[in-house]
């Protein structure tokens, strides 16, 4: 007999509480689930960049190896050309064949560039390991 009410009350708190905390095993099934999805979804992606690398419209297929070159023309710009190009602007001026007021070009913001350049190298670096160890990597199951 049940005169207060107090069981439905304990009940009440006790599912409340059991809501509010999560054991060791739903939390080991959830991670499960999640690298599951994670799977999936890089399956599908590997799916997408190779009927991508296929295509025969260079806007389609040639977008990689073209942030590769862009990469390697702004890194070449930012340390071989530009160094060599400002020590000849300064004996340009020192000889009088340019304005004194006139400054080089400006340099390259450098922390844009490096993380693109090494997300590819990232990349090819990887690429490189699975060579190496003679993993099959067109036809990842």
């Given amino acids: 007999m049940n005169l207060l009410g107090i069981g439905q009350i304990i009940s009440g708190i ?3 509480a059991d809501e509010l905390f999560t054991s060791d095993e739903e939390r080991a099934r959830a991670a499960i689930e999640l690298k599951r999805i994670d799977a999936g979804v890089a399956k ?13 419209s260079i806007f389609v297929a ?14 070449a710009y930012q340390f071989v050309v ?4 400002v020590w000849v602007w300064v004996i340009a001026q020192a000889q009088g064949w340019l304005a004194d007021e006139l400054s080089a070009p400006p340099v390259l913001p450098a922390d844009a560039l490096f993380s693109i350049v ?3 190298l990232g990349v090819g670096g990887m690429r490189s390991w699975d060579k190496r160890n003679g ?7």
């Fill in 62 to 75: 040639g977008w990689r190896p073209a942030i590769g070159w862009i990469g390697a023309v702004a890194l």
């Fill in 82 to 85: 530009y160094p060599l190009f």
């Fill in 118 to 120: 090494l997300g590819m």
């Fill in 135 to 141: 993993t099959q990597t067109d036809r990842i199951k």
């Fill in 44 to 56: 599908e992606q590997i799916k997408l960049n190779a009927v991508e690398a296929r295509h025969k």
């Fill in 14 to 16: 006790g599912n409340a």
